[in-house]
């Protein structure tokens, strides 16, 4: 990961335990805040942010990072069990497309 896409990702990090740690946040039934517990990154453009809750919980949120256009910079969202799922089934499908499209880059 780039030194600045790090930076950034860190930031945004932050902004979102401000944003989960507001009491009168929807669903927030709890009042739970959440702290960043450790930054765990997977790829150049993708990292797991792990929040432990005042609860004693854990939270692990998914965080993107959108290279380009209106929507540049860091997006995240809780997986749930089954959108692990759904992105295990993705990989097949996405290894797929990319054997299907090799032989294209010589034509």
């Not at 009168?24 to 960043?36: A, C, G, V």
Request: a positive charge; charged letters at 30%; aromatic letters at 16%.
């Amino acid at each position: 990961m780039k030194k600045e896409i790090a930076k950034e990702l860190q930031e945004f990090a932050k902004v979102v335990e401000e944003r989960f740690s507001k009491h009168d946040r929807e669903m927030n039934f709890n009042k739970e805040e959440f702290k960043i517990e450790k930054i765990i990154p997977s790829s150049d453009h993708s990292a797991s942010v792990v929040f432990k809750k005042t609860s004693g919980k854990l939270g692990v949120a998914f965080f993107y990072y959108q290279p380009n256009g209106v929507g540049k910079g860091w997006k995240y969202f809780f997986p749930t069990d089954s959108h692990i799922t759904g992105m295990r089934a993705f990989e097949y499908h996405k290894l797929n497309a990319e054997e299907f499209n090799f032989d294209k880059n010589f034509i």
